[in-house]
Every structure is written in structure tokens, then in C-alpha cells.
T-cell receptor, first 116, second 115 residues
Framework: DAMVIQNPRYQVTQFGKPVTLSCSQT?????MYWYQQKSSQAPKLLFH???????NEADTPDNFQSRRPNTSFCFLDIRSPGLGDAAMYLC???????????????FGPGTRLTVL | AQSVTQLDSHVSVSEGTPVLLRCNYS??????LFWYVQHPNKGLQLLLK??????LVKGINGFEAEFKKSETSFHLTKPSAHMSDAAEYFC?????????????FGSGTRLSIRP
């Protein structure tokens, strides 16, 4: 089945130690998104890739970076994790929209990040 | 600008009784609307979506939602709740200012099911 895969499902890191989260997709979608979700809150968009074009949200901290080496993979790098970065990180994909139509976003299972 | 309001942060129903989760939206055009469900420590699963076709949309697991333009609502319903329906539900509206299918989330409604 076509899907969005995130690895690892659970990640523990130390305060200030760089960490990378991985997302892959078999849907061949053009757009990939990274969201941060804290407890009892809605997901918050960090950035997205539209093909190779990187689009950062205005309030995403510089501590968060992303790479998309090819259509299938996208990485979230946290350069110096703080305690406040502990959250669920969700990857999503969608096809390139046509006209004003918004295509559906398909989410992965998420990576739960713990910062010690 | 688009926005979405989920009117209840928590809804509790008994197993076998109807479910109603309320959602109102604000949009300057005819939006795309979605309901997603999230079980604990899981990703978001699409329940159903409205994209200007039939106003009554049927989704998975017996859920459906009705788009009412006059009321700017897109409430989610299910005739008979099951214990497995206990989860967080998000109403979502499309962001027309985006070139890449960005969406706007409601704050979520936690659905609890009493035995």
C-alpha cells in the first residue's frame, strides 16, 4: 500500500545534541510537510517542500532545518534541541494542487521526540 | 482569511448513542473541508473530505458530515458510537492563499466513549 513512513517512531536525545527525523513516501507526491504537535494541541506547520522549493513558515525557529534529497525522502534536522522541542513530529504529503483545488494531505504515524 | 472553529473541546457519549462534533468555518470562497482523527500517539487519519461535490459526505468507520453553506458549518456525525471511536478529531479548512495545499486546523475535539 502507498503510504507515508516515519522513522524512528520514538526518539530520545539530549539537550543540545543534534537529531534528525526521517520521512519517506511511496505516493510520489510533490509536496511534503513537517508539523510539530505538542500535547493536546493541533499540529503546527514548520515548513514544506514543493518539489525542490523549500518554504519556511515565518515563525519556525532557525533551530529547525529540513532537507529533501529526492521526491521520496524528507528529513527534519533539529540542530540544538531544547526541552521545549519535545513533541510529536508529523510528516505529511500531498499532490501538487491544480488551480484553487486543495488536495488532501496524508500523514505519517509521527515521531515522538523526547529531550533529556 | 480562512479559519475554523471547533465548538467543543471535549465530547463524551455512551457507547451505541449518536455522536455530533461541531465545526464552523470562515472562508471568502468555497473551501475544501476535512475531518481527521488522531488516536493516542498516532498520526492523523483522514475521515472524510468535502470539495464542492455532494454536500453530505460519507467517510470511513460510519462517520459522515454535512456541508451547510448558509450556516458555515461542517459538523461530523455518527449514528452509533463505538469504543474504538475514542480519539481526538480535527476539523480542517483549506488555505486559499497557499500554492501548496496548506491547511488550517481547528483546535480539536476529544471524543470519549462511556461503556
Amino acid at each position: 500500500d502507498a503510504m507515508v513512513i516515519q522513522n524512528p517512531r520514538y526518539q530520545v536525545t539530549q539537550f543540545g545534541k543534534p537529531v534528525t527525523l526521517s520521512c519517506s513516501q511511496t505516493l510520489n507526491h510533490n509536496v511534503m510537510y513537517w508539523y510539530q504537535q505538542k500535547s493536546s494541541q493541533a499540529p503546527k506547520l514548520l515548513f514544506h517542500y514543493y518539489d525542490k522549493d523549500f518554504n519556511n513558515e515565518a515563525d519556525t525557529p532557525d533551530n529547525f532545518q529540513s532537507r529533501r534529497p529526492n521526491t521520496s525522502f524528507c528529513f527534519l534536522d533539529i540542530r540544538s534541541p531544547g526541552l521545549g522541542d519535545a513533541a510529536m513530529y508529523l510528516c505529511a504529503t500531498s499532490r501538487r494542487p491544480s488551480g484553487a483545488t486543495t488536495d488532501t494531505q496524508y500523514f505519517g504515524p509521527g515521531t515522538r521526540l523526547t529531550v533529556l | 482569511a480562512q479559519s475554523v472553529t471547533q465548538l467543543d473541546s471535549h465530547v463524551s457519549v455512551s457507547e451505541g448513542t449518536p455522536v455530533l462534533l461541531r465545526c464552523n468555518y470562515s472562508s471568502s470562497y468555497s473551501p475544501s473541508l476535512f475531518w481527521y482523527v488522531q488516536h493516542p500517539n498516532k498520526g492523523l487519519q483522514l475521515l472524510l473530505k468535502y470539495t464542492s461535490a455532494a454536500t453530505l459526505v460519507k467517510g470511513i468507520n460510519g462517520f459522515e458530515a454535512e456541508f451547510k453553506k448558509s450556516e458555515t458549518s461542517f459538523h461530523l456525525t455518527k449514528p452509533s458510537a463505538h469504543m474504538s471511536d475514542a480519539a481526538e478529531y480535527f476539523c480542517v479548512v483549506s488555505d486559499s492563499d497557499s500554492s501548496a495545499s496548506k491547511i488550517i486546523f481547528g483546535s480539536g475535539t476529544r471524543l470519549s466513549i462511556r461503556p
